[in-house]
Antibody, heavy 120, light 108 residues
Framework: QVQLQESGPGLLKPSETLSLTCTVS????????WSWIRQPPGKGLEWIGY???????NFNPSLKSRVTISVDTSKNQFSLKLTSVTAADTAVYYC??????????????WGQGTLVTVSS | SSELTQDPAVSVALGQTVRITCQGDSLRSYYASWYQQKPGQAPVLVIYGKNNRPSGIPDRFSGSSSGNTASLTITGAQAEDEADYYCNSRDSSGNYWVFGGGTKLTVL
């Protein structure tokens, strides 16, 4: 059974850098599109971006200037960095496995999510 | 505002059929996927592609598409289907992915 688990600090100050890691178990990270998705409290889902195991990436244009996603195949992990955070970045951050099919991307396995709060 | 538009809330009587819709220009070219999210839980994929259900998803869930509208139909809604439902697909440029704003389904 594929499992994903997010880890990282839950509280940040404005202007700091958000860093999260997703550890994948039950499957090799050396395939699929590994994605980050977030959800502000009480609001909808927002796709942040993905990394393919080869290292190619694609990001939401609204976040592209602040986002980095990297992969460590030796640890079966991928990571998110979001710079210069503000209160608007407060959200539950999910990592998810992206399956490419029918010319589209589907997120078939998700982590449980981790709440990141940005507050001074 | 999202490039995929969903009704904020829909209700259905127990055992009846309900359709949840998602509108967007990109849906003329790409299928939508659908996610169910219950309070405090991660989303779960329920429909992808033309009308495919992942393993473990009941067959009362089905998907369809016409023009710029994708639909998720629940035939014989159960109490446990009460949740938020989100559609997802490419954006109008075809280069990125977007989610609809979500539909809160209430089973009466």
């Amino acid at each position: 059974q594929v499992q994903l688990q997010e880890s990282g600090p839950g509280l940040l100050k404005p202007s700091e850098t958000l860093s999260l890691t997703c550890t994948v178990s039950g499957d090799s990270i050396s395939t699929y599109y590994w994605s980050w998705i977030r959800q502000p409290p009480g609001k909808g889902l927002e796709w942040i971006g993905y990394i393919y195991y080869s290292g190619s990436t694609n990001f939401n244009p609204s976040l592209k200037s602040r986002v980095t996603i990297s992969v460590d195949t030796s640890k079966n992990q991928f990571s998110l960095k979001l710079t210069s955070v503000t209160a608007a970045d407060t959200a539950v951050y999910y990592c998810a496995r992206g399956l490419y099919s029918y010319a589209n991307l589907y997120f078939d396995y998700w982590g449980q999510g981790t709440l990141v709060t940005v507050s001074s | 505002s999202s490039e995929l538009t969903q009704d904020p809330a829909v209700s259905v009587a127990l055992g009846q059929t309900v359709r949840i819709t998602c509108q967007g220009d990109s849906l003329r070219s790409y299928y939508a996927s659908w996610y169910q999210q219950k309070p405090g839980q991660a989303p779960v994929l329920v429909i992808y592609g033309k009308n495919n259900r992942p393993s473990g998803i009941p067959d009362r869930f089905s998907g369809s598409s016409s023009g710029n509208t994708a639909s998720l139909t629940i035939t014989g809604a159960q109490a446990e289907d009460e949740a938020d439902y989100y559609c997802n697909s490419r954006d109008s440029s075809g280069n990125y992915w977007v989610f609809g704003g979500g539909t809160k389904l209430t089973v009466l």
